[in-house]
Nanobody, 127 residues
Framework: QVQLVESGGGLVQAGGSLRVSCAASGRTFGSYDMGWFRQAPGKEREFAAAITWSGSTTYYADSVKGRFTISRDNAKNTVYLQMNSLKPEDTAVYYC????????????????????WGQGTQVTVSS
């Protein structure tokens, strides 16, 4: 069992930066591939980024590529999403998720590929 707790959300102006974090419980965090998804009001949950257990491979949605960076610190049981050049359309609740099985590019963007989810943190980008 893994519990995920997101933090770091808030209000930021367009063009600004924000880093959200996801702290995981359990001793086996280093064996999970991790992902970040987001959900705006009235929209489906969409993939943002994912990272393999070692941090050696990352995947990004086209909408965030070049602006967002996913990283992890297995010693701290934490995964991060650094968000730069934020746009109003990035406004959403951001969720982290853990996968027990290895993520490929195709699987990383599918919510059902993940086994555990956090409760989310709100990110609001004002214009």
């Amino acid at each position: 069992q893994v519990q995920l707790v997101e933090s770091g959300g808030g209000l930021v102006q367009a063009g600004g930066s924000l880093r959200v974090s996801c702290a995981a419980s359990g001793r086996t965090f280093g064996s999970y591939d991790m992902g970040w998804f987001r959900q705006a009001p009235g929209k489906e949950r969409e993939f943002a980024a994912a990272i393999t257990w070692s941090g050696s491979t990352t995947y990004y949605a086209d909408s965030v590529k070049g602006r967002f960076t996913i990283s992890r610190d297995n010693a701290k049981n934490t995964v991060y999403l650094q968000m730069n050049s934020l746009k109003p359309e990035d406004t959403a609740v951001y969720y982290c998720a853990a996968s027990l099985t290895r993520l490929t590019w195709g699987r990383s963007s599918i919510p059902n590929s993940y086994d555990y989810w956090g409760q989310g943190t709100q990110v609001t980008v004002s214009s």
